[in-house]
């Protein structure tokens, strides 16, 4: 990638509001964004190489899968940041998160800043495969 080519970031969220959020955070941090459906996720990860990638797992279950799964399929096929979005907090499901493969696990409602704010900081930090 170029010096000039913008970083990539992707976005799976199925709600139209926090999705739109999102995407702004993001561009504001100076990446480039491309919004995808649950269902096409793993495979737009495997297009786009992003940098970064945003999952809400509160999504609508797909058949024989849901957002953990979403995630572990993620980490599988690539080294991207992976913030995982939840409106679950309890441990076990922060656990199951990171477990899943996220790097960084945030509950809703949506903090936008610190959103920022972390994917700042893990973008500071050099990827290891």
């Known amino acids: 990638m170029g010096a000039s080519s ?3 970031a992707v976005v799976i969220d199925d709600d139209a509001a926090e999705r739109s959020s999102v995407i702004e955070v ?7 964004v491309h ?5 096409t996720a793993v495979e737009s990860v495997r297009r786009y190489s992003p940098v970064v990638t945003v999952l809400s797992i509160d999504i609508p279950d797909i058949p024989d899968t849901d957002g ?3 995630a572990r399929r ?4 690539s080294a991207t940041y992976l913030v995982v979005l ?10 199951l998160g990171y ?8 509950t809703k409602p949506l903090r936008p800043l610190e959103l920022r704010a ?3 900081a893990m973008l500071r930090r050099a990827r290891r495969s």
């Open 6 to 8: 913008p970083m990539i």
């Open 26 to 32: 993001l561009a504001r941090a100076g990446l480039a």
């Open 35 to 39: 919004s995808v459906s649950p269902a």
């Open 68 to 70: 953990f799964e979403i």
């Open 74 to 77: 993620i980490r599988a096929e």
């Open 86 to 95: 939840s409106t679950r907090s309890a441990q076990s499901d922060v656990i």
């Open 99 to 106: 477990q899943s493969g996220a790097d960084c696990y945030m």
């Open 118 to 120: 972390r994917v700042e």
